[in-house]
C-alpha cells in the first residue's frame, strides 16, 4: 500500500510540475478500469485502441528483455521513478486484454526483480518494471510486423559496427518467434515451464564510458574532408530536448531540462551565426515542435524534419541526462554512425565542463537514427544529481556548454 501512496505521490507532483501527459488523468488501478463497464459500453471504448495482449520475458544470464504485444503502432513514453528505483513505460491509446499478465516476477537477475502492467487510465496502459540500472543499460524501442515495444535491461549497448548484423538478429528473432508461436500452436504439451519466455542474445557488453572506435567503421573516426572547410555556409541543426508541453528530466530542486537545453541552444546559435552558419533552430522559446502532447515519435520527428527537409549539413541535439539513482553524473556524447563528429564534442565538452567523462556511445536514438545528416546527442549533466542541477543554473555553465559545442562543430568542419 505504502508503495502505491507513494507512486501517486509521484504521479502527482510529475503532473504538478510538468503539467504533462498525466495531468488530467485519474489515477486508477487496472481492477477498476474496464471491469465497471458494460460489455457494449467497453467495445465502444476500446474501439480504435491498441490492444495489449501479452508481456513475454526472455532472459540471457543477467540481462532482460521484456517483449510487450500490441495490434497497431506502439507510441509511447518512457520515464523512471526512483524509491524504490523502477522504469514507467506508458503506452498511449491502449487497453489491457484478459490476456494479459499483470504481474512477473523476475528471478536471477540484478537488473530487474519485477514486472507489473496495469490499465492506468482510460488510455494509458502503464508497464512498471522494478529494475537496478543506468540509463546506458536500458533500451527501449518499438518494432512493427508484428506491432511490438521491446524493453532491454542490462547490458544493451550495441556499436554501430553490428547495426547490420543487429537488424539480421531482428529479423532472424522475429522469424524465430513466429516460428515458435506456430510451434506452440501445433505441440502446445511441449510449452516451457514458463509461458512468457523467449530466447534472445545480447551482443557485444561495452564498458562504461567507452569510446567506440568500431572496426568496421574505422573511416568515420577520421576528420572528413569537407568540400568547403569551415563553418560558413553551413546549415546546422541545433535541437534544444524537450520544450513546451515535455518539460524533460526535472531536478531535485526542481531545475527543468527543457530550460537549460533551450539556454545552451541559444548561446549556440548565436556563436554559430557569428561564424557564418545558417542555424536552424527546432525551437526558440518554450514551445513543442510537433504539437503539444503529441506521441514521442511525432514529437522527435518533427525535429528530424527540420534537419531532413532543410538538407542540413548536421543536426545537434542537446538534452541533460537524468537517472533514478542521484550518484550518476558526467557527460555522455551519443552517435549514431559518425564517431568523428562525437570525438569532436566529446574532447570540448570533457575539457570545458570538467565533469565525469562517460565517454562517446553509440545509441539507436530516434533523431540520430533517422536524420540523413551527421548527428550526434549530447547529455551535458545530470539534473537529477543535486550538485549537477547547482551546476547547470549557473550562466558560466551555459557559456561553457555552449562554447564546447561550438568548438566541436569547428574542429569536425576544420
Ligand atoms: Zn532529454
Given amino acids: 500500500m505504502k508503495r502505491y501512496l507513494t507512486l501517486l505521490l509521484v504521479i502527482l507532483l510529475t503532473a504538478a510540475f510538468c503539467s504533462a501527459a498525466f495531468a488530467n488523468a485519474p489515477a486508477q488501478s487496472a481492477q477498476n478500469a474496464p471491469s465497471t463497464q458494460t460489455a457494449q459500453d467497453f467495445s465502444s471504448k476500446i474501439a480504435g485502441m491498441n490492444k495489449i495482449s501479452n508481456i513475454r520475458i526472455g532472459h540471457t544470464g543477467d540481462n532482460i528483455r521484456i517483449v510487450v504485444d500490441g495490434s497497431q503502432k506502439i507510441a509511447y513514453r518512457s520515464f523512471s521513478l526512483s524509491n524504490p528505483d523502477r522504469f514507467a513505460v506508458d503506452i498511449q491509446n491502449a487497453w489491457l ?24 487510465d482510460a488510455k494509458t496502459v502503464r508497464i512498471v518494471v522494478d529494475a537496478t540500472v543506468f540509463s546506458d543499460q536500458v533500451n527501449i524501442f518499438a518494432l512493427p510486423d508484428p506491432h511490438r515495444l521491446v524493453m532491454d535491461f542490462g547490458n544493451v549497448n550495441k556499436p554501430p559496427a553490428n547495426i547490420q548484423k543487429e537488424l539480421e538478429r531482428v529479423q532472424q528473432t522475429i522469424e524465430a518467434e513466429k516460428k515458435s508461436a506456430e510451434q506452440a500452436k ?7 515451464s514458463n509461458p512468457f519466455e523467449i530466447d534472445f542474445e545480447i551482443i557485444d557488453d561495452l564498458p562504461h564510458g567507452t569510446i567506440i572506435y568500431p572496426p568496421d567503421t574505422k573511416e568515420k573516426d577520421k576528420p572528413k574532408k569537407h568540400a568547403k572547410p569551415g563553418l560558413r555556409g553551413k546549415t546546422i541543426v541545433v535541437d534544444a530536448g524537450h520544450g513546451g508541453s515535455d518539460c524533460g528530466a526535472v531536478g531535485q530542486n526542481g531545475l527543468l531540462e527543457k530550460d537549460v537545453t533551450l539556454k545552451v541552444a541559444l548561446r549556440l546559435e548565436k556563436y554559430l551565426t557569428e561564424a557564418g552558419v545558417k542555424v536552424l533552430m527546432t525551437r526558440k522559446k518554450d514551445a513543442d515542435v510537433a504539437y503539444a502532447y503529441a506521441t514521442t515519435n511525432e514529437e522527435l520527428q518533427a525535429r528530424v524534419d527540420v534537419g531532413n527537409k532543410n538538407n542540413a549539413d548536421l543536426f545537434l541535439s542537446i538534452h541533460i541526462d537524468s537517472f533514478v539513482n542521484p550518484e550518476a553524473n558526467g557527460t555522455s556524447v551519443y552517435i549514431y554512425d559518425d564517431t568523428y563528429l562525437g570525438k569532436c564534442l566529446h574532447d570540448e565538452l570533457i575539457d570545458r ?39 547547470l543554473r549557473e550562466e558560466d555553465t551555459i557559456e561553457r556548454a555552449a562554447r564546447a559545442l561550438y568548438e566541436g562543430l569547428r574542429t569536425y568542419f576544420l
Avoid at 501445433?186 to 516451457?192: H, T
Avoid at 565525469?356 to 548527428?375: H, I, W
Fill in 97 to 120: 486484454a484478459q490476456s494479459a499478465p499483470r504481474q512477473i516476477p523476475i528471478q536471477g537477475s540484478k537488473f530487474v526483480q519485477q514486472v507489473r502492467i496495469s490499465q492506468f
Fill in 186 to 192: 501445433k505441440e502446445p504439451a511441449k510449452q516451457s
Fill in 353 to 391: 565542463l570538467g565533469r565525469k567523462d562517460r565517454g562517446v556511445k553509440f545509441a539507436n536514438f530516434y533523431v540520430l537514427r533517422n536524420t540523413a545528416m551527421p548527428a550526434s546527442l549530447v547529455e551535458l549533466m545530470f539534473i537529477s544529481n543535486e550538485e549537477e542541477e547547482a551546476i
